[in-house]
């Protein structure tokens, strides 16, 4: 059982008022607050270790490669990943995503060929493909939510499913609907189809036991600022026979093992496909967030997280006034509803003169809130710092905000 | 923070009930604008004679409420007034919203001086200026 009350001590922006209230902050999915073991985390490196990494012979070279290694090696366990040569650092899911419809998708994919997505992805999990379509001929298929998205369609996968279907990128939980995919079937099923797999894991890394091979998936991405880590940092999984195959992202420094003015050598995976100095302090935040997540377990958080947005469902159904989007029962940690007569925006102003942080709009999410016939709704996303008063509190300032607008 | 310098009783029934709320089937040119702050979405429909005055102005849309009002307030203020009256107008109440300091506001700026409480909220400014936006641009696309 997490301990919110305690673990909240750990977090120093937490502990401030906005316009005279408690800060309550219920903004999670977009990003996470940060423990003071990162924090120090990243200012011991600046102050001790930093430098470029991987080719230098000097001690805080030394150090630093060190480090970063040690975080690409950590991330390995992090997901029970077989080799950490399996592990690429990013700038985030969205980048991650990136590389793969580039160094995977244009060089496999032709006319004729499927990409196979949800209704309920991300923008970073949509846009790229539907660039990559574009680009190779490829088409793109999509599986249905159900009514008020409270699931996939359950006929959907074997509908959509064909000899063409080269890839299927699906979100583990999403951002918007609190939806969580069964991520090792659909694995398996698209598997049996001679389908390769991407997991869209920003929303389930830091919030559940993620094992890259009991899912065994081919690919995985999530970023480290939705999991107690810092911004700019991300990680690719990514099965070695695939990356082996495929052809670099972005050339630079970093990814070669030799260069002439007319041809290029390239690492090995994961080396091939970081190309530049690479976000060397922030990877190493990423360990510590890591780090600190697994002393409290990650099972725990989970437990923490389903429990919580159960009684924020509960607590919102209540109130009368609120179309919830989402399932009824086995929710992760988020609920994005619409008020009855008051726009999103004008709901999150007031939430947060009242020192409530909630998000407004589409959440990246613009087709799936159109399909439904929510163009702007309202989200509020828990993490292992918040708590049932915090969700009661929630529940008291939407009623005021209701009968301000409402009358 | 005070919400009721924003949220006042006469832009709460503007977003309540807009003025020249519809389509306007013999436009002379449409608008859609989007707001950058994702869950707004206007259109504006302009007719303009020949004269280049603005002869009948309609929108249609969602948003929040200070979307809603502001644009209603501005369909008020432009109907009957020249393109480039319209576009003088459309400057003023942007400088009243965003500019470091509010500019002197002209004789029949009338109910848009509730607005300027958008100044202390400047996350909204752009709800505010959605559908002027749009206005400008249908005048100048009219324009050629």
């Not at chain 1, 922006?13 to 990243?42: F, M």
């Not at chain 1, 998205?149 to 279907?165: E, F, I, M, V």
């Not at chain 1, 993490?383 to 939407?398: C, G, K, M």
């Not at chain 2, 009243?96 to 100044?119: C, H, I, N, Q, S």
Request: aromatic share 8%; net charge neutral; proline share 6%.
């Amino acid at each position: 059982m997490l301990n919110p009350e305690l673990i909240r001590k750990d977090f120093p922006i937490l502990q401030q008022q906005i316009n005279g209230h408690p800060l309550v902050y219920l903004d999670n999915a977009a990003t996470t607050q940060k423990p003071r073991s990162v924090i120090h985390r990243l200012v011991h490196y600046y102050e001790s270790e930093n430098s470029n990494v991987h080719r230098g012979l000097h001690e805080l070279s030394n150090r630093a490669t060190t480090a970063y290694e040690a975080a690409r090696e950590r991330t390995r366990t992090y997901l029970n990943a077989a080799e950490a040569d399996e592990i690429i650092f990013t700038r985030g899911t969205t980048e991650s995503i990136n590389l793969i419809t580039h160094a995977w998708g244009l060089s496999q994919l032709k006319p004729g060929d499927e990409i196979l997505l949800t209704e309920a992805e991300h923008h970073s999990n949509l846009v790229p493909w539907q660039i990559l379509a574009q680009r190779s001929g490829a088409a793109l298929k999509f599986i249905p939510v159900t009514a008020n998205g409270a699931s996939l369609d359950p006929a959907g996968l074997d509908t959509h499913l064909t000899p063409r279907t080269k890839i299927f990128a699906f979100t583990h939980i999403s951002n918007t609907l609190g939806l969580v995919n069964p991520a090792a079937e659909f694995c398996r099923r698209a598997r049996a189809n001679g389908t390769l797999t991407l997991v869209d894991a920003a929303q389930s890394a830091g919030h559940r036991p993620l094992d890259v091979r009991e899912i065994d998936c081919d690919f995985l991405a999530f970023s480290g600022h939705k999991m107690a880590g810092p911004t700019g940092i991300g990680v690719l999984y990514g099965r070695r026979t695939l990356l082996e195959s495929m052809p670099p992202f972005m050339g630079g420094g970093e990814m070669i093992s030799s260069v002439s003015y007319d041809s290029v050598k390239y690492k090995p995976a994961p080396y091939k496909f970081e190309a530049g100095t690479p976000n060397i302090a922030d990877a190493i935040g990423l360990h510590a967030a890591m780090d600190y997540l697994d002393s409290l377990g990650r099972a725990a958080i989970a437990e923490h997280d389903m429990h919580l947005a159960a009684y924020a469902h509960e607590k919102l159904s209540g109130l009368g006034f609120l179309r919830i989007l989402g399932p009824e029962q086995g929710r992760a940690g988020l609920v994005t509803f619409a008020m009855q007569g008051v726009h999103a925006h004008d709901v999150v102003e007031m939430a947060n003169v009242h020192g409530v942080a909630l998000r407004g709009g589409h959440h990246c999410n613009q087709p799936l809130m159109k399909k439904l016939g929510t163009p702007a709704t309202a989200r509020a996303s828990f993490y292992i710092y918040n708590t049932p008063a915090e969700v009661d509190r929630l529940a008291s300032v939407l009623q005021k905000i209701h009968d301000y607008f409402v009358r | 923070m005070n919400l009721d310098e924003l949220y006042q009783t006469v832009i709460l029934d503007h977003a309540q009930r807009p003025r020249n709320y519809g389509e306007l089937p013999q436009a002379t040119v449409f608008v859609q604008g989007d707001n950058p702050t994702c869950g707004d979405e206007v259109t504006v429909y302009l007719k303009i004679s020949p004269d280049q005055k603005i002869e009948d102005i309609k929108f249609k849309g969602a948003g929040c409420a200070i979307s809603q009002a502001s644009t209603s307030l501005m369909t008020l203020k432009v109907k009957g007034k020249t393109c480039a009256e319209a576009l003088a107008l459309n400057d003023v109440f942007h400088d009243m919203l965003a500019a470091p300091e509010v500019p002197p506001l002209p004789p029949g700026f009338g109910d848009l001086k509730l607005l300027e409480g958008v100044r202390k909220f400047p996350q909204r400014v752009k709800c505010a200026t959605l559908g002027w936006n749009a206005m400008k641009q249908a005048i100048l696309e009219a324009r050629g």
